[in-house]
């Protein structure tokens, strides 16, 4: 078992839709999440970030954690055609700097 | 505050060659991170430097990858020789601190292995 799973999707919605984006993990240890978004030929550049559980919200974005279940999720609201890009999780046992484990990522199309 | 720096931004080589990358990272970020991103999947790390010493090099393919820090600034990460599997994105990150967040990536070295 990995130790980060993600689903690759592709994901196509209509825009305005709801989008829920997951992970599961199997490290106990994990206490640092993050999500990062790619655009094409470009790099990671952090979205969400949040440590234990809980929720964390910011302008259409939030961010789930229930390590109980040992799972994340990313949801968007009123998704829009720029919101198109690949969405990373990823997380680490000590703080978020250090030792990222990134899940495969899901790639978003967001039509209009 | 100028971003993560990383230079060439393409390059395509025949196996067993040798390439070299290149990384700035943002003024006064200690802490450098090499990541290799294959297709279809996130980012993994090869290396991580604190100032110029190695925190983090368990996952760094030593026969072949090679990457130095010799100033505390810039980076570079060096692969010889160069296999087909190598072909992937090498994403180079940085961070003020050795805990601090977030992780600032620069938008990689696209490197193909013919």
């Known amino acids: 078992q990995k130790e980060v799973e993600q689903d690759p999707g592709p994901l196509s919605v209509p825009e305005g839709a709801i989008v829920s984006l997951n992970c599961t993990y199997s490290n106990s240890a994990f206490q640092y999440f993050m999500w990062y978004r790619q655009y094409s030929r470009k790099g990671p550049e952090l979205l969400m970030y949040?440590?234990?559980?809980g929720n964390k919200e910011d302008g259409r974005f939030t961010a789930q954690v229930d390590k109980s279940s040992k799972y994340i999720s990313l949801f968007i609201r009123d998704s829009q055609p720029s919101d198109s890009a690949t969405y990373l999780c990823?997380?680490?046992?000590?703080?978020?700097?250090?030792?990222?484990?990134f899940g495969k990522g899901t790639t978003l199309s967001v039509s209009s | 505050e100028a971003g993560v720096a990383q230079s060439p931004r393409y390059k395509i080589i025949e196996k067993r060659q040798s390439v070299a990358f290149w990384c700035n990272p943002i003024s006064g970020h200690a802490t450098l991170y090499w990541y290799q991103q294959i297709l279809g999947q996130g980012p993994k790390l090869l290396i991580q430097f604190q100032n110029n010493g190695v925190v983090d090099d368990s996952q760094l393919p030593k026969d072949r990858f090679s990457a130095e820090r010799l100033k505390g600034v810039d980076s570079t990460l060096k692969i010889q020789p160069a296999k087909l599997e190598d072909s992937a994105v090498y994403l180079c990150a940085s961070i003020r601190g050795r805990g601090d967040s977030p992780l600032h990536f620069g938008n990689g070295t696209r490197l193909t292995v013919t």
């Open positions: 990823a997380m680490s046992a000590n703080q978020a700097g250090t030792a990222l484990i």
């Open positions: 949040t440590y234990s559980s």
